[in-house]
């Protein structure tokens, strides 16, 4: 099975930097994806790491190390529209395919 | 512009009551999911199904039942409604996985069910 660990919740200020956290135990995956929410919306796709290694999309970047079974998230020049829920994710090979998600972390920008 | 579509944004139902959640995607992905979504508990899977007819329960799946009749349709069924199934439920598609292939999820915008 697959289990993944955030934490709950970050606060940062406008323009600062975050880095969120995610630890997963897996039976084998395709890759670690994110996933971010605003109250009321569905998830989006942030961005998705296939390989170690670090993918950068504009003001997000996200890590990668299969050795160390972690990732993170990283947010730069912080927005208020940042603020919201981030779900890591993998993509199970053993078992349909399925999407499992962290539990989520709240993130909330102060001005 | 690629979309998922849930019938309802909000139900209220009685308990007992036999409800349908209907869920529908534009971009002819095989796989489809069922999710519901509860402070603190992140996103739990309830029902998958990666083909037309196919369905394989998730991590939460009684009280549930799913059905695929055509591969742009993945409909959720809440036989008998419980007021533990008050939550957020959200549909999501996507194409099967490969090895470094990025087949993101597509998640409809959720129904709320609140069932008294």
């Known amino acids: 099975g697959q289990s993944l660990e955030q934490p709950s919740e970050v606060t940062a200020v406008e323009g600062a930097i975050v880095q969120i956290n995610c630890t997963y135990q897996t039976s084998g995956f395709y890759g ?4 971010q929410q605003h109250d009321g919306g569905a998830p989006t796709f942030l ?6 290694g670090l993918e950068e999309t504009g003001r997000f970047s996200s890590f990668l190390s299969r050795s160390d079974s972690y990732g993170y998230l990283l947010l730069q020049e912080l927005q208020m529209k940042d603020s919201a829920s981030y779900f890591c994710a993998v993509r199970d090979k053993n078992y349909g395919q399925n999407f499992v998600f962290g539990p989520g972390t709240r993130l909330s920008v102060l001005p | ?11 209220v139902k009685r308990t007992g ?8 995607q534009d971009m002819d992905h095989e796989n489809m999911f069922w999710y519901r979504q509860d402070p603190g508990l992140g996103l739990r899977l309830i029902y998958f199904s990666y083909d037309v007819k196919m369905k394989e329960k998730g991590d939460i799946p009684e009280g549930y039942s799913v059905s695929r009749e055509k ?4 409909s959720l069924i809440l036989e008998s409604a419980s007021t533990n199934q008050t939550s957020m ?28």
């Open chain 2, 1 to 11: 512009d690629v979309k998922v579509t849930q019938s309802s944004r909000y139900l």
């Open chain 2, 71 to 74: 591969k742009e349709r993945f």
């Open chain 1, 32 to 35: 670690l994806s994110w996933y």
């Open chain 2, 89 to 116: 439920y959200l549909c999501a598609s996507s194409q099967p996985a490969g090895r470094n292939m990025n087949t993101e999820a597509f998640f409809g915008q959720g129904t709320r069910l609140t069932v008294v």
């Open chain 2, 17 to 24: 009551e036999k409800v349908f959640l209907e869920c529908v």
């Open chain 1, 47 to 52: 961005s998705y790491n296939a390989l170690d």
